[in-house]
């Protein structure tokens, strides 16, 4: 079963930051949190991982909270193109990756 | 990140057929998987390939239906066997590489069953 739990649906309005929350409470010491994005029809596509530290790259914001029982992704300024379903991961024993049921995003203009 | 190669995109097949897909990959990797993804839902894993031994399959697919080879480091198949229409779905491919801890998935193959 997935360790995640995430809103079904979210909106954005273009240009302004899309925050993400994710709750992920039974996480163990050792997995790590990745998150991943599908547009429409296609496969999904990684965004940023991180184990206990905040992470930033140049699509995304990871903060992970100190008792790493949620996080939150940080769009920092979303586009149409950000339109998509995201989804929050915890990476269980095995390396294997199970999808929660995610968030529907809608960057309105 | 490494390139995945799915084949066929998407097919047609009637039931009680079976279809094999393919899952070629451009770099030696460590870890393979196979998804399931039905209409309007999440992605469901089905097993990890793993190379030159059988596939480790999770709870509710068995190697009966859902047959997984792993021949080398970059190629793995999937096979839909003795398929219905509950079968309809997109089929995915996912790699995990050594250095980077990333998980690249392939496009899908979208399979429907009449």
């Known amino acids: 079963d997935a360790k995640t739990t995430q809103p079904p649906s979210m909106d954005c309005a273009e240009g302004r930051a899309a925050n993400l929350p994710c709750n992920h409470s039974?996480?163990?010491?050792?997995?790590?949190v990745y998150w991943y994005r599908q547009i429409h029809s296609q496969g999904p596509q990684y965004i940023i991982h991180?184990?206990?530290n905040n992470e930033t790259n140049e699509m995304a914001s990871l903060i992970i909270t100190e008792d790493r029982k949620s996080s939150t992704l940080i769009l920092p300024h979303a586009t149409l193109r950000d339109t998509a379903v995201y989804y929050c991961i915890v990476r269980v024993q095995g390396g294997k990756l199970i999808f929660g049921q995610g968030t529907e995003l809608s960057v309105k203009p | 990140s490494a390139v995945i190669s799915q084949k066929p995109s998407r097919d047609i097949c009637q039931r009680g057929t079976s279809l094999t897909i393919q899952c070629q990959v451009d770099?030696?990797?460590?870890?393979m998987f196979w998804y399931r993804q039905q209409p309007g839902q999440s992605l469901t894993l089905i097993a990890t390939a793993n190379q030159g031994s059988e596939a480790t399959y999770e709870s509710g697919f068995v190697i009966d239906k859902f047959p997984i080879s792993r021949p080398n480091l970059t190629f793995s198949t999937l096979t839909v066997s003795n398929m219905s229409p509950e079968d309809s779905s997109i089929y995915l491919c996912?790699?995990?590489?050594?250095?980077?801890?990333?998980?690249?998935f392939g496009s899908g193959t979208r399979l429907t069953v009449v």
């Open positions: 039974t996480i163990s010491g050792n997995e790590y």
């Open positions: 991180g184990l206990k």
């Open positions: 770099s030696q990797v460590t870890m």
């Open positions: 996912s790699v995990r590489e050594g250095q980077f801890y990333g998980y690249t």
